[in-house]
């Protein structure tokens, strides 16, 4: 059913706490946690404890709480002490989205004026 756990999904076991995270903040409906294998020195993901395939049909079905994945990615950065950041969504693995469980990326702490890519 549409935003239950999938088991194949790595992060519904970090929601459900079965495989270890850095989280950095929590909400009833989120969760932020370090990137494993960060590209910034700021690199958090939020993601909802609810299994969507990606951002957007996150916002279709549960459009609360994917405002919320904005609101607590700004509380992140605001944590982290940066102004400046980006927030990404990849949505399609040609588009290098690896985890199909929706979530927004966090980058901060450098530049990143060099452009989109
Ligand atoms: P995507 O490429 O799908 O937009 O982003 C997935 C992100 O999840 C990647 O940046 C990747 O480094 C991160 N990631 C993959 N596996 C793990 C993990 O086990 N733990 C954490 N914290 N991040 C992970
Ligand atoms: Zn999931």
Redesign the pocket.
Known sequence: MAGEPQHDC??CK?VAGE?P??VVRKTADTIA???????APT?V?VIPHVHYPNAAALAAAEPAIAAELLTEAAEVAREEGIEDYRM???TGAGA?????HA?V?ILGGKPLREGMV
């Open positions: 790595l992060f970090i495989i995270a850095t946690f370090r990137d494993i294998h960060p590209q690199h993901l990404i969504f990849n290098g989205q690896t985890i199909f979530h990326h």
